[in-house]
């Protein structure tokens, strides 16, 4: 069993890093430093191939690991996602996209979209196809006859992303994508705190729990936000606040409620029957947590496919979802204050937890009994659709539709054609009577 992916997730970002520039520097940092130095590493080449792996898996980032997989002629394999089902993939694979209702997963929009978005989505569906800069790598630095590695991902056996169909957005999909969202989170109670964090339990009627992950650092965080979360956070002294924060900057200007830690043991705390919010950056796992635990959030959606992630908890009623130009120790205290009244983002997480909890086959079950299942059969050929080998006119049945509308135009154009020379017809005769009738 291989698992190959590269930490392109790692990639230090701040918070006024645009979308744009953070997709561009991991390309950059894959395409030009990481990948082909792996490619190059003729050590590795050779351990790989000597290892005779049964079974791979492969991260759904892009598609440079598939290379790897058919260079050292491991049988089969299985693409994976840290988060939704990828455009890209979806694409390649078969999988039925329909921008009126499915949005880009980076576009901030859900599947309820107005004239605009879908638009928007509509755009961004149609860039989904993207060049194959990993062909020419593994051509010029391995084998000039390597096959194309798009071709070999469209024949992928398996995909398992890391979604569950009860919170994603509904959408078509096929046979060969395995949802295992919740895969490792543990469904028990939570277990005893250090008495580091009890003692901040114990003197609070409520806990708020707040980490913006390790990609974005909370001390990064512009000035005028920490001002901005602490102003707001004073406003609610019944409540204690638990900060992941690495910095010391803010040590000498705490309000009393607000307590910081390097580390959190999140998932923990926030099981612990007093929590009652968790503001968070929006990521997937962090959206999961709150769904398993019961747990109402605020987010402050930073990049990637945090805005998606924040208006997908939104849209299940469940968070509040602050945007980043928005952001004010008024903004924040609303969110809040919004979550401490009114019950009902509380009841839909709890209702959406227990469903989860609830579901008939768990994520861990699919992900064992899947991988064994895949590496005993290899290939799944009965799984890939035919549409993978269509071209897109094809695919979107565009030839199909030029012809009837082309059809339609001759049929209409011949019947107004003959309802003209009949009308000229008639219109001659009656011209020709009126004017005997007058002579």
Sequence with gaps: LLNLSFSVHRVNASFG?????LEELQQKVIFKVMFPKMVENKEFLDWLVAQKFDLAFSHIYDVCHIGLIHYAKIPSWIWLNSGGLMDFVAYHLGVPT???????????????????????SFIGHSITMISDPETE??????????????????????????SNELYELTRPSLAKVINIGGVGIQMKDAKPLSKEFQEVVDNCEGLVVFSFGS??????????????????FSRFPKLNFVLRYEGTDLNDQLPKNVYL?????????????????FISHGGYNSLQ?????????????????????AKLAERHRFA????????????????????????SYSKNVKRLSEMVKRKPVSPDHLLVAWAEFVAEFKTLENLVPAGTKLNFIQYHSLDVIVFLLTILTVVLFVLWKLLKFILLKLYALLFRATKEKQM
């Design 98 to 120: 329909v921008p009126s209702y499915v949005p880009p997963l980076i576009m901030e929009s859900t599947d309820e979209m107005d004239f605009v978005q879908r638009m928007k």
């Design 261 to 277: 830690f390097k580390w959190l043991p999140q998932a923990d705390l926030l099981r612990h029957p007093k929590t009652v919010a």
């Design 320 to 343: 509040i979802n602050i945007r980043k130009g928005d952001l004010s120790a008024d903004t924040v205290a609303e969110a809040l204050q919004r979550l401490m009244t009114d019950k």
């Design 137 to 162: 790598i593994f051509r010029e630095l391995v084998d000039p006859n390597f096959p194309d590695i798009v071709d070999i991902a469209k024949m992928c056996p398996l995909v398992m992303v890391n």
């Design 215 to 232: 990609v974005t650092p909370s001390h990064r965080m512009p000035a005028e936000w920490k001002k901005a979360f602490l102003e707001a």
């Design 289 to 309: 947590e709150v769904i398993t635990a019961g747990v109402p959030l605020i987010t402050v959606a930073l990049f990637g496919d945090q805005p998606r992630n």
């Design 17 to 21: 890093m645009k979308r744009k520039e």
